[in-house]
């Protein structure tokens, strides 16, 4: 079967950086994605990796390695709006999207 | 900003009656899906629309029956829902069906669904 794993909740201080994991085990491998949701809002686009290796976009980076099945999302300076959870998605040989269940991730002051 | 509107936001039911979810997308977008996200859960694809055209249902109870009478509209009909039907069902859109960047998927926010 088809299997996306991520921590189910993180805690971090404001200011600090924190990394998200996520492991996946997919039919076929079309690119990985990466959304924000805040509570009662709708997912956000933040990233889509298909090489290996390091994207960064400002505060945000995400690394990819196909080979192990792992990514991750690395966010720098955190903010009291960062508490959010964080999806991470496969697309599969089918062009679906296999997600992961989120992790929620909260910031301390 | 997000493109893709939905209405309503909220909505309680009973079993016994019937409503409609409606999805409208401002991206010039050619596909459309339904998502079911419950607590704790991965998103669950309900239906995929692509050009109109209907090209996944994964199991989804004929008590759920999806619409799309154009590129831009996306509704699904409820009738005679069980109380673990009860989920915020999210609308999506993209601009193909073929993978890779451009087919980053935009949301809606959802609407909150209770089945009492």
């Known amino acids: 079967g088809q299997n996306i794993d991520q921590p189910t909740e993180m805690t971090a201080t404001e200011g600090a950086i924190v990394q998200i994991n996520c492991t996946y085990q997919?039919?076929?491998?079309?690119?990985l994605f990466w959304y924000q949701q805040h509570a009662g809002e709708a997912p956000t686009f933040l990233s889509y990796?298909?090489l290996d290796g390091l994207e960064e976009k400002g505060r945000f980076s995400s690394f990819l390695s196909r080979s192990k099945g792992y990514s991750y999302l690395l966010l720098k300076e955190l903010q009291m709006k960062d508490s959010a959870s964080y999806l991470c998605?496969?697309?599969?040989?089918?062009?679906?999207?296999?997600w992961g269940a989120g992790t929620k991730l909260i910031i301390k002051p | 900003e997000t493109g893709v509107t939905q209405t309503p936001r909220h909505l309680v039911m009973g079993m016994t009656n019937k409503k409609s979810l409606k999805c409208e997308q401002h991206?010039?977008?050619?596909?459309m899906y339904w998502y079911k996200q419950s607590a704790k859960k991965p998103l669950e694809l309900m239906f995929v629309?692509?050009?109109?055209?209907?090209?996944e249902n994964n199991s989804v109870p004929s008590r759920f029956s999806p619409e799309c009478p154009n590129s831009s509209h996306l509704f699904l009909h409820l009738h005679t829902l069980q109380p673990e039907d009860s989920a915020l069902y999210l609308c999506?859109?993209?601009?193909?069906?073929?993978?890779?960047?451009?087919?980053?998927?935009?949301f809606g926010p959802g609407t909150r669904l209770t089945v009492l």
């Open positions: 999506a859109s993209s601009p193909l069906l073929a993978g890779g960047p451009t087919d980053t998927q935009y």
């Open positions: 998605a496969v697309m599969d040989s089918n062009y679906q999207l296999i």
């Open positions: 629309y692509n050009f109109k055209e209907q090209t």
């Open positions: 991206l010039g977008h050619n596909a």
């Open positions: 997919t039919s076929g491998f079309n690119g």
């Open positions: 990796n298909v």
